[in-house]
């Protein structure tokens, strides 16, 4: 039995094919199709099935992350989506926070609301607080809003009515109403979508729902058919942004859970695979072709938060606490006004790629520099399978970036890693320092075709002592599929104050959500001894206006006080203290359905029984102005053996990553395989 994991990113096309019974893995990666990512899961499925000699009636699981949902918003390139909500709340979309993207930089604008006022109708009615009707339903008004969205020729509507999510019968009575008029028409509920207060954030990610709705039921359309034509016997899952996975049915309802899939499903795989190392404290590292995203796990438990910005758009729904910044392998380096030198965060992407590629890329990338320093392979990349042209890379550094600023080639390379890597240094302390976390305790999870990479300079800069590298990291993502399991978020206001009082609602709306999701993990075929359910109460004093979310083993009228305890628990960790005397309100009440996916315990053999047989060649690389081109000795991970210690500077070269061990820094393979680095600060 075979078990896929597949990561559509920008760049590649990441696979990862598990034998069940053996544990043993098998790699590959397949240049991405942009206009159509479909495509390359098209394309990639047989060869990887191809290289491990089986075909797709071996498949018993199917999993992949996507990014189309993101590049969708960020590109606009949407449907053309009407929004209808309750009279007078027509603007709440363009209004939002009246938050300045930047404090002091009034040249950045907000995007202008994927929704155009034209198209956003009211109607009347009108609901309470607690779900009551203040004014009853208008079929009247109902009817010309539809009617106006039927004239405007709208592909997809969005309904975010006033309170629904404390009751949705309005809501109902209009998608009715839509369905009759515009059959065709992608219809997204707020009360389906995110049933929580605060209007702006429900009503712009019910909106976005909508807007991607059309073009990834396409897209999942194409996939699954694709994944059925090649491997009939499985049903096809998707890795949700809060990092479980979620049925192709789901994921038709709710794309908006799809933003964060393919980084999602690269903090799940890192997070268990240094819990099989030891090490529970990690900062994950993942970096790409075109972004760098960091994340933080204590306790081999990744951090979670359920609102974000996605290109510009607040969206409110469970997700892995994922910080994303534009700095990746193909980032291009470019002068701004005054002369200074920048890296990303535009970036070459698939097409036309680095300079080195030689697919027509003009502009120098951070790829483009570490080949001219000698870091990676000046022949190919991939084992091989890449040529690459590194004397047309150091020309178009020279061009581009040295000649302009006066510099030699090999100064101005490096100070394009310097600039990327000080770039990802403040990423990473605005998840860790400025969060109360002291990065000392942690290792720094290198992942992604670049990550291992600049891992050792990240490392030196934030003074994190240890590096942990796994195997095949430039397709950790595709493994993360194969590590995560079906998950189901389900929520429920409960704005109301802490007291014995009210805790019997909040035990009911528990009670509730944990009955739903166990039909729904009925519905996924989940049995249930492989069931679990994590509850959480979200939770602030009152006269706060934001929340802090409090684990709970179980709820039942016997915790009431346990809650308030955790609470002063949660507040003292995030704020620093907690105030006694004040009162507590809840605000939200939240599940997480879990189905426990079967996964098959991986092993590795090791390499050669000695490590001057795992030596691939020695050449000059570069380390900086103090000490220059030094002799590097090139290793090949696969024949690396275990426990044998290698002095930097050294160079690890395998299928889908380059790592790098500076001078005076110490690497060695662990049992499981990972490369862990000890840094010298």
């Known amino acids: 039995m075979y078990r896929l994991g597949i990561d559509v990113g920008g760049t590649f096309t990441d696979f990862t094919l598990t034998n069940a019974e053996t544990g043993t893995s098998i790699h590959y990666k397949a240049p991405s199709t942009p206009r159509n990512p479909a495509e390359s899961i098209r394309n990639g499925i047989p060869e990887i099935l191809a290289v491990a000699g089986i075909d797709g009636q071996a498949l018993r699981f199917l999993g992949h992350g996507t990014t189309v949902a993101t590049n969708m918003a960020i590109e606009r390139r949407g449907a053309r989506t009407g929004l209808i909500t309750t009279k007078g709340f027509r603007d709440v979309l363009e209004v939002g926070r009246q938050l300045r993207p930047h404090l002091y930089d009034y040249s950045q604008t907000k995007p202008p609301p994927i929704v155009p006022r034209s198209r956003r109708r009211e109607v009347v009615e009108r609901l309470a607080y607690d779900g009551s009707v203040e004014t009853p339903f208008c079929e009247r008004s109902g009817a010309e809003a539809v009617a106006n969205l039927v004239d405007a020729d709208v592909e997809a509507v969005a309904v975010c009515f006033l309170h629904s999510y404390r009751n949705s019968e309005h809501e109902h009575v209009i998608r009715k109403m839509l ?26 990610t019910t909106a976005l729902n909508a807007y991607i709705g059309p073009s990834m039921a396409a897209y999942f359309d194409d996939f699954v058919a694709s994944a059925k034509a090649l491997a009939p016997k499985v049903e096809p899952y998707t890795i949700h942004s809060n990092g479980g996975l979620m049925t192709a049915a789901t994921v038709r309802d709710h794309p908006v859970r799809t933003c964060l899939s393919g980084p999602a499903a690269g903090v799940v795989g890192a997070s268990e695979t240094a819990r099989e190392a030891g090490f529970p404290h990690i900062i994950t590292y993942d970096v790409g072709g075109t972004s760098t995203d960091i994340s933080v796990v204590r306790d081999a438990k990744p951090t979670f938060t359920s609102s974000r910005q996605v290109a510009g758009f607040p969206v409110r729904t469970p997700m892995l606490d994922i910080h994303v910044i534009g700095a990746g392998g193909g980032s291009i380096a470019w002068l701004d006004d005054a002369g200074g030198l920048k890296v990303g965060p535009r970036s070459a992407g698939a097409v036309p790629g680095p300079v080195a590629y030689g697919l027509g890329g003009k502009e120098p990338t951070l ?49 394009m890693l310097e600039i990327a890597v000080a770039n990802m240094s403040r990423a990473i302390r605005s998840v860790t320092t400025e969060r109360g976390y002291n990065m ?49 978020d389900l929520v429920r206001s409960a704005i109301a104050p802490a007291e014995p009082g009210t805790w019997d609602d909040v035990c009911r709306f528990f009670e509730e959500m944990q009955d739903e999701g166990g039909a729904l993990l009925t519905r996924d075929g989940v049995a249930r001894e492989d069931r679990e359910f994590r509850h959480f109460i979200e939770a602030r004093y009152v006269g706060q206006n934001h929340e802090v979310r409090v684990p709970m083993e179980s709820i039942d009228a016997e915790n009431f006080d346990a809650f308030l305890q955790g609470f002063a628990a949660r507040h003292t960790q995030e704020y620093g203290y907690d105030i006694p005397d004040r009162a507590v309100e809840t605000v939200n009440c939240r599940v997480q359905a879990i189905g426990r996916v079967t996964r098959s315990e991986p092993r590795f053999a090791g390499g050669a029984q000695a490590l ?70």
Request: hydrophobic share 45%; with cysteine.
């Open 179 to 204: 369905k009759a008029a515009l059959p065709d028409a992608y219809v997204s509920l707020s009360s389906d979508v995110l049933p929580e207060f605060r209007e702006y954030e429900r009503m712009s």
């Open 367 to 415: 790829t483009d520099a570490n080949l001219a320093l000698g870091r990676l392979n000046p022949k190919a990349l991939l084992e091989g399978a890449m040529p690459v042209d590194t004397d047309g890379a150091r020309a178009a550094i020279k061009a581009k970036v040295a000649n302009p600023l006066g510099l030699e080639t090999d100064t101005a390379a490096y100070g």
């Open 440 to 488: 000392a305790d942690f290792a720094l999870f290198a992942f992604g075709g670049a990550g291992p990479l600049h891992a050792s300079d990240l490392a030196v800069e934030c003074g994190i002592p240890r590096i942990i590298v796994p195997e095949a990291p430039g397709t950790m993502c595709a493994r993360g599929i194969l590590l995560s399991d079906i998950v189901h």
């Open 612 to 681: 001057d047989d795992a030596i691939l060649e020695r050449r000059p690389a570069y380390f900086g102005s103090k000490l220059g081109w030094l002799e590097a000795v090139v290793y090949r991970r696969g024949d690396i053996p275990l426990n044998v210690e290698i002095e930097g500077p050294a160079i690890i070269e395998e299928m889908s990553a380059t790592t790098v061990v500076l001078p005076g820094q110490q690497a060695a393979l662990d049992r499981n395989g990972n490369i862990v680095i000890e840094v010298k600060q």
